[in-house]
């Protein structure tokens, strides 16, 4: 989700929590009610409470989409395509060097697993909990560094396409020069 339409979303709960707050601030309609003779009706409250829940709603919404961003699962054939930057010496090393600290970690349990692990196995290599990894995942299939497919109740992680495709030429230029 953009930036944007997270703004506008705040704003929307913004909004809907200060029409819900309107009881609070206008208590002279309940006192009105009362002295006309109309006492606490149900419907007095019917249209604050309806807002209160729906804010409470959309507060949810948002702290699920903030907690847990969405992965970008690959279609099939996606990590042949994609541009493949030429004459980078060692592509993994260089995309480890620029990664965060707990991004290199997952990077180097894929490396050593040949480019494709579970995500359930990155978890119990890095022993980091499942929610970090995911978001750690996420981050990375962004990027394009990874790609992430279904397989049964759990993620198969690769490196994208380009960066092994960069790797076996690396390795079969090494090979040719000894």
């Known amino acids: 989700m953009g930036r944007l339409h997270l703004f506008l979303l705040l704003v929307l709960v913004a909004a809907l929590a200060l029409i819900s707050s309107v009881e609070t601030f206008l208590p002279h309609q309940t ?3 009362n002295m ?5 009706g149900e419907m007095t409250f019917f249209w604050p409470m309806v807002l209160t829940v729906s804010t409470t709603v959309a507060i949810v919404a948002v702290a699920y989409v903030i907690a847990f961003p969405a992965i970008r699962y690959a279609t099939p054939g996606q990590e042949e395509t994609g541009p493949i930057p030429s004459k980078i010496p060692n592509a993994i090393d260089v995309v480890m060097r620029v990664s965060k600290p707990d991004e290199r970690a997952v990077l180097e349990v894929l490396k050593q697993s ?10 119990y290599q890095t022993r980091f909990s499942k929610v970090k990894i995911h978001r750690i995942i996420a981050r990375l299939a962004e990027r394009g560094v990874i790609v992430v497919k279904k397989s049964g109740k ?3 992680i690769s490196v994208s396409g380009w960066l092994r495709e960069q790797s076996r030429r690396e390795t079969s230029a090494l090979a040719e020069t000894a």
């Open 36 to 40: 006309t003779g109309g006492g606490f």
């Open 31 to 33: 006192m009105m009610s």
């Open 154 to 156: 759990t993620n198969e």
């Open 114 to 123: 040949t480019g494709v692990c579970l995500q359930k196995d990155i978890v």
